[in-house]
């Protein structure tokens, strides 16, 4: 059974830092990605990772995707946050290519809560 947990998620001020991690288990994955959900939102791409590393222009600079392929583990390094980034993150999860559009990914994780205040 193919399953993906996130944890890091919390609160923390702006400029602060939050690392994130989504560890996969049940098979292997050529990409990975981070969305985010923010209330009355869309779900939105926030970087993804394959052969290359890929980023939303919002986070670009600010956030690091990375995995540990020893450990089936995706991380988010979330650095200057700002309130805006404040959402429920999401890791996703798929076998064949990198994508920024979340209908392209068949694994999800549950979330986890990002609050930035102000």
């Known amino acids: 059974q193919v399953q993906l947990v996130e944890s890091g998620g919390g609160l923390v001020q702006t400029g602060g830092s939050l690392r994130l991690s989504c560890a996969a288990s049940?098979?292997?994955?050529?990409?990975m990605g981070w969305f985010r959900q923010a209330p009355g939102k869309e779900r939105e791409f926030v970087a993804a990772i394959g052969d290359n590393t890929h980023y939303a222009d919002s986070v670009k600079g600010r956030f690091t995707i990375s995995r540990d392929n020893a450990k089936n583990t995706v991380y988010l390094q979330m650095n200057s946050l700002k309130p805006e980034d404040t959402a429920v993150y999401y890791c996703?999860?798929?076998?064949?290519?990198?994508?920024?559009?979340?209908?392209?990914?068949?694994?999800w994780g549950q979330g986890t809560q990002v609050t930035v205040s102000s």
């Open positions: 049940g098979r292997t994955f050529y990409a």
């Open positions: 996703a999860a798929d076998g064949s290519y990198v994508s920024t559009d979340y209908l392209e990914y068949d694994y």
